[in-house]
């Protein structure tokens, strides 16, 4: 297998110059609820936090490091000459900013700053850590609730969700996203609050790395050292896996039956499946033959695929290990498009596949039929909705199963198939949840059925699903989970990662440090 580095092309990683097409134009989408960026996202963060950002087609998620400052590398009080590699200075020499916040008694007994400032606990990073929204001027008449309600899906999205990940004796790691067209006033914000001194190197992957690069520098003054996306993903998905507690899990096999799975009608073994590919093989190629074998094939295939419908299950979920526990495994990562890499070692992988279906394909085709403006609204949709009254099921077909070919009465047979038929599809527009729920369900049963195939096709066991779609998606991981026990019989297990879309930020984070650095150090050493 060839690493990474040989196989991404020299344009991946030279930066790539917008040329004049500064100044930003970005609007947001015409019928969204506009919410602005929260400014207390950067407000009282630590001048010595590390970030690094994803910036993708949808989302741009951000991972900060709060070190903690220990005696050892503490800075000496201004007194205490020579300047030493871990003095403020030296920080300072590399490029780290002055606080834009100093601590509320500004002196120590030494006389010195440096203690509150270098010191864990003692200067407030509470705005930042509890990212509640700070309340702004609110536009005139019915725009007020509409915008505190989308402040408060913003909060739940930026806050609740994201547990930060404590790392023994080194720092914090905190969590946060907010939508890539907000760009332009997130740049405003981190100029305002001197995110970053300015010269100093912040660590980006994502399109948006390579696209808004001229605009960091220009607008904010900022240059983003960048990194390949799916490199930073795999780099963050190993760290994530190894230092945060309990991160990967999966739904313990076995969970989803008895409601969950359906037996095949018509169960058949390995060797009886070999048998069947070998007469395939062997088979007449005339064009007749060929189609009754393609038949076959889809036929015995679906004997694999017998899933029905509503997930019912123990929401137990099991914790995994490390990353050593995964090697090879497939990442699908769910992002507004898909991505599938197969992993054999830490930082050695290759991408083997995608698909355009993806996260902004359901929020996308759920909003142009329904109206909802946001993911948290299509997936609380999704959750009340009932698919079969949309999808057309086996059994509207047959009238039951399907029983030579193993196919469950309720296998969907044809997503949104029912709404050909006459009063459907204006019966159908008065029910979002049913509509969300189908778009969720064929959207996710496409990713699961390209996933098990490249699994199949690489000799992996054990697929990593990440990416935001999976955010607070339970529904989707479920379906997932259920459908690759079921069709690999659980010789193929799914994985999920329980900060699904920060990986490639956790990445770029990580690529940006130096190892010089004593600050760098402190999460390097841990990687
Ligand atoms: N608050 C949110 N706003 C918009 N989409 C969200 C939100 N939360 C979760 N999502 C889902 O996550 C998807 C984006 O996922 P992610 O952030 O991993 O991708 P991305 O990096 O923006 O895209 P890509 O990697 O393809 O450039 C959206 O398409 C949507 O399905
Ligand atoms: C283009 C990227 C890599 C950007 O993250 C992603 O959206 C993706 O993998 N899309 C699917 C492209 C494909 O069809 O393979």
Known sequence: MTSWKARVPAAL??????????????????DSLVSPVDSSFLEGASSLARFGLDIGGTLCKVVFFEPIITAEIQAPAPSETPKSRFSRESFEDDNVVAPSVEPDDASNSNGSHENEIWSDGKKDFSMFKSSKPTPKGVNKGGERSKREHSRQLDRKMWNSSHDPVHIPGRGTLYFKCFETWKMEEFLALTKEHSLVKKGRALGATGGGARKFKDHFEQIAGLQLERADELYSLVRGIDFLARHAHQESFEYPAGSFRGGAIQRPLKEISDDEYELQAERRASSS????????????????EALR?????????????????????????????????????????????????????????????????????????????????????????????????????????????????KLVQPGRREAAMQTPQHLSKAVLLMVTNNI??????????????????????????ELAMRLLAVAME???????????????????AMGALLSTLDPLNPIDKLLLDAS
């Open 13 to 30: 990683v030279v930066p790539n110059s917008l040329g004049d097409s500064l100044p930003l134009h970005m609007t947001p989408p015409p």
């Open 285 to 300: 190629t005339s064009s007749q033959d060929r189609s009754k074998s393609n038949e076959d094939m889809n036929g015995t």
């Open 305 to 417: 695929r017998v899933v029905k419908g509503p997930v019912l299950a123990t929401s137990d979920i099991e914790r995994l290990g490390g990353p050593q526990d995964l090697y090879p495994y497939l990442v699908v990562n769910i992002g507004s498009g898909v991505s599938i890499l197969r992993v054999d070692a830490a930082e050695r992988f290759e991408r083997v596949g995608g698909t355009s279906l993806g996260g902004s394909t359901f929020l996308g085709l759920t909003s142009a039929l329904t109206n909802c403006t946001t993911f948290e609204e299509a997936i609380n949709l999704a959750r009340e909705g009932d698919s079969t009254q949309i999808d057309m099921l086996v059994g509207d077909i047959y009238g039951g199963d399907y029983t030579e070919m193993g196919l469950a009465a309720t296998t969907v047979a044809s997503s949104f198939g």
């Open 448 to 473: 699961g059925s390209i996933a098990m195939l490249h699994a199949r096709a690489a000799g992996v066991h054990q697929i990593m699903f990440t990416g935001s779609f999976l955010h607070e998606n």
């Open 486 to 504: 079921f069709w690999s019989k659980g010789n193929i297990k799914a994985v999920f990662l329980r900060h699904e879309g920060h990986a490639g």
